[in-house]
């Protein structure tokens, strides 16, 4: 059970991420439309607020946008009947909920009740399930017009009735214990901020870190504005809170800084034959990291050869969240914690305070690569470039076969077609479902560039593979209908040669 709730946890953490998706824009539209930036008297009489309106609008709906986002990542083929149901369930939720409340608690406290993304990612699950479960559906002769794929918004919109109850009826305890919850972390000052930090990147390793992330972004608190309440600490910070950003500015000390040190740690701690082997996969990753805020594919490469390491990382995370709080420094991010972000979004913080990350940054990334650099000696830790079979891994990675090749190989590896039954991706990660994982070749898979491997069930397996992992996925899906055990061993002995064929 424990098992099959954590496979759960982390579908539903990877069908957050294409809502989250949209925000980079969002948060773009915003800025743009501040009089600072672009304002010019001669252009629409210097009033650009039409165009910070529109980027508000997508932060204001960000409940409806979670729920087509979960939705069609649950469904299994993205369907779009999945994010059409998820429409029609949650503004029928929302309004059955509405009027149920007012039943039972009266107009006043029905009024102040808003589930906000909470209630979207419910929706979206379910739509996303039942599409999975319906979309083939044959209904009797009479009925058959309302069958298959058309059947899926009807039977949310149905189920919506029961959400409608749930939230009409709870919600107002469900509120105050979230708002409790984040309360606690806010009250509890510099250690409660260290302990969301530290379980943030704790959570990370089993994928599951966006599931804490989307309470507090998304949900915890509310300020209105003009009318219009926004939930979360990223919404309410481009909204304007002076309270929001808290549980944000902390990670642009660690992605901006303190990762790319670390890249460079480990860089420098690879003997100098083998540095322009690896050049190129430290400089991208620390130039995504530091710009992007995209920090997968930094944390693991060293995650799991490493791990004494990254808890040195989960800990100077929180620190770097204790320190953020303390000196009441307050930046938000559309997508994460990188330069881009930070340099357009410090308007909307604390300009007294905001400054100050940069010399804290500074500090952060001598830290961070003076505990890198003598932490993989002292450990002799087998991050890329300095594994005992380098000579081999380096040819692996080498551009040697075609994707087609690439594609039978990862198969092949991957315990064949058969075995296969969905290949999606994250980030960084090939998420599988198949029949057993423990016909999963991990050889040839470490031999292909593998960082690790997660088995949360039976039936499903996690590959890290870093950023390449969407590119990988695609191959695989598009090459496996004509995929044969002789195609997979021919792949594998010219990509990585013949002793990992099974006998």
Known sequence: M?????????????????PIAVLPIAGLLLRFGQSDLLGNP??????????????????????????VGVAIGFAFDGGGAAALAAVVGYYTMMAGMTAFATIIFGAKLAATLNPGVFAGICIGITAGLYYNKFHKVRLPEWLAFFGGKRFVPIVTGLT??????????????????IQAFGDWIVHAGAIGFFLYGFVNRILLCFGLHMVLNSYVWFQYGSYVKNGVTFNGDISRYFAGDPTAGYFQSGFFLV?????????LAMYKSVSKARRPYVFGLYFSIALTAFLTGVTEPVEYTFMFVAPILYGAHAIMTGI?????????????FTFSAGAIDFVLNNKFGSHN????????????????????????????????????????????????GSEKVTAYTYIYALGGKENLEAVTNCITRLRLTVKDNKVINEDILKKLGMRGIVRPTPNSVQVIIGAKAEIIAGEINQYLAGY????????????VGENFIKN
């Open 160 to 177: 919506s009735v029961l959400w409608a109850l749930f939230f009409g009826y709870l919600w107002p305890t469900l509120q105050g214990w």
């Open 320 to 332: 770097a969240m204790a320190i953020t709080y303390t000196l009441h420094i307050r930046m938000g």
């Open 255 to 263: 992605m901006m800084f303190g990762l790319p040190a670390a890249c």
């Open 353 to 400: 305070n905001w400054i100050y990350m940069i010399p804290i940054g500074v500090i952060y990334f001598i830290v961070y690569y003076v505990i890198f650099y003598f932490g993989i000696k002292i450990l002799d830790s087998k991050i890329p470039g300095r594994e005992d079979n380098f000579e081999a891994v380096a040819k692996s990675n080498d551009d040697g």
């Open 42 to 67: 001669h252009l629409f009489n210097g009033d650009l607020s039409f165009i910070a309106a529109m980027g508000q609008a997508v932060f204001a709906n960000m409940a409806i946008l979670f729920a």
């Open 484 to 495: 044969s055990t002789k195609a997979g061993e021919e792949a594998v002995r010219e990509l």
């Open 2 to 18: 424990f098992k099959q709730a954590f496979a759960a946890l982390q579908k539903v953490g990877r069908s957050l991420q294409l």
